[in-house]
């Protein structure tokens, strides 16, 4: 605005006071332009995070509703559509609760209400209507505030935990035919270590059978021989005759060897009962709770299988004092001491001069017991590897590789341990750690 552009001035008025006027209007019109210029860039900004927080809001996996004081929906995003269906019940201005069965309608609004009132988040699970029916949601709420703090309604996030629930329902099926699958790893594993034993089991029942089976003959001739003997004393034959036949049958001698037969038949099926009794309980699959039992009685039994099944017996050595009380399940336990025990018989088989230990002791908190061997050792790589899966050194046919992983895996679960120990030179250590029997 120019001086020239201004109406003539009044009377009264000096040129002095019109210039002020004119600087006062300049400069009032140059803060609009600052002040338009401002308000334009700041409109800029304020579209770019409007259109940030629709991409926020769009690109969020979990359903998003936000909520006025009233409870009625003023913004939707995330994967509401995704969730609820194209159909939904989440249309702006509709009550939140219209998205819920109608059993968590109430819930839904009181914990709203709550949130409103105290401005303290929470979460609660409830169920929404979907086009398939009705899906489990999380919700975490938490309080909208606008620029001054104050509590203007709800933010509502929710996540679909259906599938979630479904997936852990999936893995824990997959965890079952996982142990399921494991079981039978441990029960073939014995199975086959039984089968290695089958011949000694069936020498070890063949001594006291045939034991069994020729005083049981002995027997029926000398019951033949009274038979005779008697019958002739019923028909009332004359003394003389009666002695004759007694002589004639030896029944002085039978009598006398009547006792010893008795007790030879007794004594083999005694041992037949043993044998049998020690098989039953080998061959226990070892399901059931776990109990207080003697170690060195078991490590015994074990052993001994193993020995009986091999073609050139060695003799073991136990060193033990008194009882080892381990808690644990006795059948699981055999099965890792005779897998030892077995491994420690194959790692001598070519030695001069064999010698296998078991070792047994006590410890502050767990039982110790230690199956040592003058075999030729286990050099440093194949130590890493002893305890994997399928990983053996035995020759093709000789070992499944599954015995000691088993056997690893089975005192991880009775809360021990086992593992190869470097012990004296020119021999090798496995030692088994097992809980200890408190109260013993």
């Known amino acids: 605005m120019r001086a020239s552009d201004l109406p003539p001035l009044e009377d009264g008025f000096s040129d002095g006071a019109w210039s002020d006027v004119i600087q006062a209007v300049e400069g009032t019109y140059a803060e609009l332009v600052s002040y338009q210029e401002q ?10 995070l409007r259109l940030f927080l629709d991409s926020v809001f769009t690109s969020v996996s979990d359903v998003l509703v936000v909520v006025d004081r009233d409870h009625k929906i003023v913004r939707t995003g995330g994967a509401v559509v995704k969730v609820l269906g194209s159909g939904h019940n989440a249309a702006v201005g509709t009550d939140v609760s219209a998205i819920a069965c109608d059993s968590d309608r109430a819930r839904l609004n009181e914990f709203i209400d709550h949130i409103i009132r105290t401005g303290k988040a929470s979460n609660i699970e409830i169920n929404v209507k979907t086009e398939a029916g009705f899906t489990p949601l999380d919700l975490s709420l938490g309080p909208r505030l606008d620029e001054r703090g104050r509590n203007r309604g709800a933010v509502l996030v929710g996540r679909p935990i259906g599938e979630l629930r479904k997936a852990y329902s999936d893995l824990e099926a997959s965890l079952l035919a996982l142990k399921a699958a494991q079981g039978m790893l441990v029960r073939n594993e014995k199975l086959a270590s ?11 029942l063949n001594n006291p059978i045939s034991f069994v089976y020729a005083n049981t003959h002995a027997l029926e001739k000398y019951a033949g ?11 009332g034959a ?13 029944i002085d001698r039978a009598m006398k060897n009547l006792r010893s037969a008795i007790d030879g038949a007794k004594d083999g099926a005694e041992r037949v009962r043993d044998i049998v009794e020690d098989l039953r309980r080998l061959s226990a699959d070892g399901t059931g709770e776990e109990v207080s039992f003697d170690l060195v009685t078991i490590a015994r039994t074990s052993a001994d299988w193993v020995v009986r099944g091999t073609k050139t017996p060695i003799k073991i050595t136990f060193e033990a004092d008194g009882l080892i009380m381990a808690i644990g399940n006795p059948g699981h336990v055999q099965q890792i001491i005779m897998n030892l025990v077995q491994n420690a018989l194959d790692a001598v088989a070519d030695v001069a001069e064999p010698m296998v230990m078991v070792r047994l002791s006590e410890g502050e908190e767990q039982m110790v017991l230690q199956v040592i061997d003058n075999g030729p050792g286990i050099s440093d790589d194949v130590a890493q590897s002893v305890f994997d899966p399928f990983f053996t050194t035995k020759p093709v046919g000789k070992g499944t590789g599954l015995g000691l992983a088993i056997s690893h895996k089975i005192a991880e679960e009775h809360g021990g341990a086992l593992a190869l120990h470097r012990g004296e030179p020119g021999r090798t250590c496995f030692e088994l750690r097992l809980p200890k029997d408190q109260t013993s």
Do not use: C, M
């Not at 308000?39 to 770019?48: C, G, H, I, K, R």
């Not at 004359?238 to 030896?250: C, V, Y």
């Open 194 to 204: 039984l089968g290695r034993l089958v011949a000694g089991v069936a020498h070890e």
């Open 225 to 235: 021989r009274f038979e005779t003997y008697f019958e002739a004393v019923e028909n």
């Open 39 to 48: 308000l334009e860039a700041q409109n800029v900004e304020l579209d770019d």
């Open 238 to 250: 004359p003394r003389d005759q009666l002695i004759a036949l007694r002589s004639e049958l030896k």
